[in-house]
């Protein structure tokens, strides 16, 4: 299954958000823009707007993502994105939206003006469901359901195949030698553009047919061609077979905004080459990959999606996911803990794994090894199933006020780690109300980096402290203590 995670501009969404996504596609120059579409066929887009990029109606960047409410329902089945970026959407219903930078009219709308949210591309196109968009640098593509091509936009190379080098500012059809011909898949270079026919037949803008064993290898995905085209050790004229010797090839990538190129072998096994993280990797180099995709999320610059990816959402869950599943599950638990009259489920085998106290506790023939409740009386409900949960989970989520007895009970444990944990949300979640009295719990329970840390804070912060009840509800020794520590640092000298 595809993690998106590996993405960096996706780690400004939360796991939810992640979650819900179905698909999605990072582009850019710097890999800084991205969209996705939830379950749900909510359209939503996030990142650096460049050239209104992102449809939101405006030029303002946004790391919160947006949601384009005009495209909402709508089930997209093609997108590609051109180096302006120019962005192009085909959805189940055949219509073509388009978006972004248009200075080379490549958005099909007959002008040049730089489109701020989704356009509807309607020119020459009635009546005609579109299937498959491509773009090229400044220039785009779409297919019919019918099998033809249309074309618009940049054509300093004749990349719009119309027989001229002059822009093309709406779509027009591609006719040449492709008259009478059904096409099936298009592709873009950055100043290129090529076609896959019903027969297996591979042509470009310059009407050139291609020899078949292309097609071959191909295996019914026009990209190769561009594998093939722009692979090189040095400058190809014409297409040259690579990987001869591996085994059967299942999928190949390459993106026309970076330098890398993929493949993936029958077997699984994914290789690279190309620029690499600034690396010249001259012939595939096998990866301990599993996917094509996570060639451009670790090593491509920028580490743009080669593809609109799907996320294969499965109910297969890793050890860890199956661990916190279970975590306070009555039907699947050995044993009950009950904290203020309230029951807290749980597995003596996690518990005898993850913790000395209760390996000890089940090992050793204390009396809890033979109940099937254990009552605990001296840490509060919240705390103790904040505790067990941890061990299920390796996470902590509490309010530093609760944190306060998850430290005490990390301390009596000999909990290391999550003493650490409690420390940390401590010292995130310090105030100047509760200040004083996370510094007598860090004195209390020995934490003498967390004691160091509410000191300081205390000091810094030291007319706003002295004016809290906590301050003045601590015994006569510890006010005593702080304040001659106090002085020492100077805390008074004004």
């Not at 969404?13 to 969209?35: D, P, V, Y």
């Not at 301390?411 to 009295?437: D, M, P, W």
């Amino acid at each position: 299954m595809v993690d998106v995670s590996k993405w960096p501009l996706f780690t400004l969404l939360s796991a939810q958000e992640l979650a819900s996504i179905r698909q999605a596609c990072i582009f850019g120059a710097s890999a800084n823009e991205a969209i996705y579409i939830t379950h749900d066929d909510e359209v939503y887009v996030l990142g650096l707007n460049c050239s209104n990029c992102l449809g939101t109606g405006d030029s303002q960047s946004t790391i919160v993502a947006k949601k384009l409410d005009c495209l909402t329902g709508k089930k997209l089945v093609s997108l590609s994105y051109g180096s302006g970026p120019h962005v192009l959407l085909a959805t189940e219903e055949g219509e073509l939206y388009a978006w972004g930078h248009n200075g080379y009219s490549q958005l099909g709308n007959g002008t040049t003006n730089q489109g701020v949210s989704p356009i509807l591309v309607t020119t020459n196109l009635q009546n005609k469901k579109v299937t498959e968009v491509a773009c090229g640098s400044h220039h785009s593509l779409a297919l019919t359901h019918e099998g033809e091509v249309f074309a618009w936009g940049y054509n300093n190379c004749g990349q719009v195949g119309s027989g001229s080098t002059a822009n093309q500012p709406t779509p027009r059809k591609v006719s040449n030698c492709l008259q009478n011909k059904v096409m099936v898949s298009i592709a873009c270079g950055q100043t290129s553009s090529m076609a896959v026919a019903d027969n297996g037949e591979v042509w470009d803008e310059t009407n050139h047919l291609y020899p078949s064993f292309l097609w071959k290898y191909a295996k019914c995905n026009v990209k190769v061609l561009l594998v093939l085209l722009y692979f090189s050790l040095y400058n190809q004229l014409s297409p040259v077979q690579v990987m001869t010797e591996k085994e059967r090839i299942v999928e190949i990538a390459a993106c026309h905004s970076t330098h890398t190129s993929a493949a993936k072998t029958q077997s699984g096994q994914v290789y690279m080459w190309g620029q690499c993280r600034g690396q010249s990797i001259v012939l595939p180099h096998l990866t301990h990959f599993s996917s094509t995709d996570d060639v451009f999320a670790c090593f491509a610059t920028p580490s743009v999606m080669w593809r609109l990816l799907s996320m294969e959402h499965d109910d297969f869950l890793t050890v860890a996911q199956s661990l916190k599943k279970e975590f306070d599950n009555p039907e699947t638990s050995d044993l009950k803990f009950s904290v203020d009259g309230k029951y807290i489920h749980v597995h003596k085998a996690v518990l005898k794994i993850r913790c000395e106290h209760f390996r000890s506790m089940f090992q050793s023939h204390w009396n809890e090894d033979m109940k099937e409740v254990i009552e605990i009386d001296q840490f509060s409900y919240p705390v103790y199933r904040s505790f067990l949960e941890f061990l299920y989970t390796d996470s902590v989520d509490l309010p530093p006020e609760d944190a306060i007895g998850l430290l005490d009970l990390a301390t009596s444990y000999c909990e290391n780690r999550l003493k650490k944990l409690c420390q940390h949300i401590i010292k995130r979640g310090i105030t100047v109300e509760n200040a004083f009295s996370l510094l007598s719990a860090a004195i209390r329970y020995d934490a003498e980096d967390l004691e160091e840390f509410c000191f300081k804070f205390c000091v810094n912060h030291l007319t706003e402290v002295t004016q809290t009840a906590a301050f003045w509800q601590i015994d006569g020794n510890m006010l005593k203590e702080f304040i001659c520590r106090a002085s020492h640092c100077g805390a008074f000298k004004n």
